[in-house]
């Protein structure tokens, strides 16, 4: 998990905010409002959508203690093709990967990859 500020253009005046995301960028455990000191804490994890969204990594300044979930099913590292390790998991015959490719397809190499051996 990383934090990460959201810095896409909005038409009109918006402020965005920082957002403590997992790898995929699919699930957020806490966020933190423009120039506040604390972060809110989630219980569960939210779902949220990156389509149109643009983003880029900010230090831990918040300090939030947050246990990432642990992966249910099988789990396997794949190293993409520009090096970045992405997870592959299957659980019950659902695959999802950590990939971008995933994220916009439902379909990527790296879970061929796994799936092939």
């Known amino acids: 998990m ?8 909005w038409e009109g005046f918006q402020v965005n905010h920082c957002y403590l995301l997992d790898d995929s ?3 957020m455990f806490a966020y933190a409002r423009f120039g506040q000191a604390q972060a809110q ?12 969204r643009r983003f880029a990594a900010v230090p831990d300044r ?7 979930p642990k992966p249910q099913g099988r789990v ?3 190293q993409g093709s520009r090096g970045d390790v992405y997870r ?5 015959g659902q695959w999802a990967c950590t ?7 439902g379909n990527c190499k790296h879970i061929k990859q796994v799936a092939e051996k």
């Open 2 to 9: 990383k934090w990460f500020k959201e810095i896409t253009e």
């Open 25 to 27: 960028k699919s699930k």
């Open 99 to 105: 990939c971008s490719g995933f994220k916009f397809r």
């Open 76 to 78: 396997v590292e794949v």
């Open 88 to 92: 592959v998991t299957e659980l019950d």
């Open 41 to 52: 804490v989630f219980h569960k994890p939210i779902t949220i959508s990156v389509r149109g």
């Open 62 to 68: 918040w300090r939030v203690k947050v246990a990432a």
